[in-house]
């Protein structure tokens, strides 16, 4: 259905699970907010200078300023299901592709993006330029500073906004200064069972971070996953901020660690909720991704304790992503109904957990 | 634990799964409730009384009048743990054994038994003599005619209380006349999923056939287990409350069969049900009985429906019997704690669901 050329594997690096403490931290993203001196915020801009300000940045993708092989994918380009695939790699958002039912997306949104790197842009969202790097594990010193690298090519080329009090100019002022947002995708299913939780997020909000769900601002968690970020944006150099965020983001990791080593040594109740949750997973004939990801919360605090010795931290991501509705239509080749769509998903979901191997089968075909 | 010679393999054959519908009705029952002439109903006896009445039916045990190798086991020599075993095997009632948390039970209670007959009779229960038979599926015909037998033989020593107008003299009036009450253990889940089964009960009321949970009167029912038994015992001959009762209970089984059909038609929701039920079962580490019951007629449904290909719906009656906490408590060789129980209870579906031979031998050590 996609395009492979369009698409292709674009966002899937983080899933390789090989960055530190990967079986808690799923991801560390980076992004930088930027915008065009020159130019009016996006909320302000008309069709023509959206695609002045889209036209600027493909001029850049054969430069020498970028990495090589860069790669512009114009949203009005794509088909809606080529956008929904962007959406599940997490490498746009929703303002970006614009309505995905059909409606089409407003003129220049795009995204810059590389194959070979967890590093991309996109353009003509809340602000001229939104700079991301995704990573696999608690690495936000690494994506910054890959993140940094791509800022500093385009910044090069790009004359942006820049003001010596305030700093980066951004849509909304929370954004000014740095323009940075670290945010990791944690897994704290241990912490959620013994109910420190709500301690924990608060303590967090204290020192700077607010929490979400896996969906974006104001989703409820799912399976576990908390999504944490950096609130300040302005007033502490970049580096100052990355240190900070990780540093916090590792002590949530060792609460959660130290939580796990609680509930198992008070006897077999949490083995028994792994179990239950593989169980499932082998077993189901319909899996709604709620469901799924519920249950994959399970199987990775087994797989993170040894309990389960399959499958690996890896396969489970990959799950996570392929099992999603655009990523299954793909590997099917056509739209699904919801129906067939739960069936779809039980079915990967089966035989990548009997043979780990096959959970990249359908990346491999896109 | 328990005296092997004591209990032995009593109140098994039924699990052999070999009666016709077995895979729907589990067991057939029936019974017949006697008194003795000569002396008050149970309710009005006193020690010494209950006593003469059970010497007298331990004076029969060798006799020619009953088959051979009967066996009496006094209640008041067996252990509580005995007792609960002969509770689990639904050969002897709450009544019978007193309690079982080690208060003595009743002088004279006893139940006579044979190691190779599904025949039995409690002895100074409600009634002097209840006689049953217990066996594999709806075979009510079979289960009167042998029961029949053994009242036959017994009546032929033992002079009963019998008038020419009533029928048997028994304790409580609602039993006079045949003293029969027939009943089976039903598993009705897809009558229970399209909601029909209130429908069918109120159905069955009017034939004359009253339903309740598998713990016995008033309980609530579990894993879509119905116990269906005869009200009436007056007014008809034996032979026709047994052929109305098994006419009944096959119409029942006709409507669940069509039921099932219905559902396995209506798409994929019944074979996740099964395969979710038989994926908590084979990996699961804490169970309760009650969880049991319910997961237990998942995999039973499927096997029924060959969704699933094992076990044999014999393994899946052994573990119902086997996984009880007396018998748990038996193959550990000592008093488990209730969490124990749990782990053992799991242990032991796991292993008897990954080699469906291995769920007989616990029966084999007892």
Known sequence: MTDPEAVGGLGLRWLEADGPDADIVLSTRVRLARNLQGHRFASRTDMDERRRICDGVARLVDSSSLPGGAR?????????????????????????VGRVDGAEP????????????????????????????????????DAWSLVDRLDVG??????????????????CPTNAGTGLRASALVHLPALVLTKEI???????????LTHRGVEGEGSRFTGNFFQLSNQT???????????????????????????????????????????????????????????????????????????????????????????QAAHLDEAAGRALSAEERRCHRAEYVRAALRDPGEASTSDAAL
């Open 233 to 323: 944006t302005l007033g502490r150099s970049e580096e100052d901020l990355i240190e900070h965020f990780g540093r916090t983001v590792d002590s949530v990791v060792e609460k959660e660690r130290e939580a796990r080593q609680v509930l198992l040594n008070a006897g077999p109740r949490m083995e028994d909720l792994i179990w239950r949750a593989y169980g499932l997973l082998r077993h189901a004939r319909l899996l709604d991704y709620r469901d799924l990801s519920e249950l994959l919360s399970g199987v990775r605090l087994g797989v993170s304790l040894g309990v389960l010795k399959a499958p690996a931290i890896g396969s489970l991501n990959r799950m996570m992503v392929f099992a």
């Open 198 to 208: 709500g301690r924990v997020l608060e303590g967090l909000d204290r020192l700077g």
């Open 106 to 141: 407003a003129a220049g949104a795009a995204l810059l993006a590389w194959p070979d790197a967890p590093v991309s842009a996109m353009v003509n969202e809340e602000d001229h330029l939104r700079l991301q790097c995704l990573v696999s594990g608690l690495s936000a010193v």
């Open 154 to 171: 385009l910044g090069s080329e790009l004359p942006l906004a820049f003001h010596h009090d305030f700093g980066y100019l951004t849509s």
């Open 72 to 96: 512009l994918l114009a949203m009005e380009g794509l088909e809606a299901h080529s956008r929904r695939i962007l959406l599940e790699r997490r490498l746009v958002s929703h303002d970006l």
